[in-house]
């Protein structure tokens, strides 16, 4: 979040909580013995106001075609230089559920398409599990859509960079849920004080939309016994979506 956004996310949380007062005291006023609830913590809806507001007017115009185009050119940050293609998404354009997973490999740098390595290999399993597919009824795409060099973990900037461009696809996709996987997905989704192992299988809200975030497919190839609980999180999505596994 920029500072601009932090202080429009202040100055909205104080006035969320003035409106909250205002009202608590008309409702004492008419009813001496009520007790209205203390304020809810408003801040992290302030946050997403806060940062809705300022998407990018270039991007936040765009529809999917037009925004791959401008994703395609897209110099906001370094990793343009070392990209050999940019990596949008693919999959259902009216998705039941949109997966966002961390950012190109080497493979999907080099074909322009998300999750086609190893990985990919094995998430395409899991959403077969619970009767998705990238051809029929999901969306996979990455919070960054670049390859960092040598696989390295996205830097913040680059986050900040690409962000518009996920969170118009989410706009424009609709998804029915978002599927988020690993950690950068999770901080992406959840804030980033978010872990991985404390969240996954919760179901939250994300700008309204219902998502659960589960481990990478990368980290459960290294570790197996990560497997379970994915079973058990993709399980957790599906019966949400009223799909029978
Ligand atoms: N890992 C990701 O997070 N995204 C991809 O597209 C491929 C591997």
Redesign the pocket.
């Known amino acids: 979040m920029n500072e601009t956004d932090k202080a429009r996310a202040q100055y909205l949380s104080k006035a969320m909580d003035s409106v909250w007062n205002i009202a608590s005291d008309f409702e004492r006023s008419i009813n001496p013995d009520s007790k209205p609830d203390p304020a809810p913590d408003l801040s992290k809806t302030a946050q997403v106001i806060a940062s809705e507001k300022s998407l990018d007017p270039e991007i936040s115009r765009c529809n999917l075609s037009m925004l791959s185009e401008l994703c395609s050119k897209c110099e906001k940050c370094q990793l343009s230089k070392t990209r050999t293609h940019v990596?949008f998404g693919t999959g259902s354009t009216s998705p039941l559920v949109m997966v966002i997973?961390?950012?190109?490999?080497f493979?999907?740098d080099q074909e322009g398409i998300?999750?086609?390595?190893q990985?990919?290999r094995f998430l395409d399993k899991w959403l077969e599990s619970i009767h998705l597919s990238r051809d029929e009824n999901a969306y996979?795409c990455?919070v960054i859509k670049c390859r960092p060099p040598e696989n390295r973990d996205p830097m913040d900037e680059e986050i900040e960079a690409c962000q518009d461009y996920l969170i118009q696809q989410i706009n424009l996709l609709k998804p029915k849920a978002i599927l988020g996987?690993?950690r950068f997905a999770c901080q992406f989704l959840f804030g980033s004080d978010s872990k991985i192992t404390k969240v996954h299988g919760l179901l939250k809200m994300y700008r309204g939309i219902p998502a659960i975030c589960t481990f990478?497919?990368?980290a459960v190839l290294r570790n197996l016994d990560l497997k379970r609980p994915v079973w058990s999180d993709l399980k957790k999505l599906a019966a949400f979506l009223g799909i029978p596994v």
Request: no cysteine; charged share 10%.
């Open positions: 990596v997973g961390e950012g190109p490999g493979n999907e998300p999750f086609v390595g990985a990919g996979i990455n996987l690993g990478h497919p990368a």
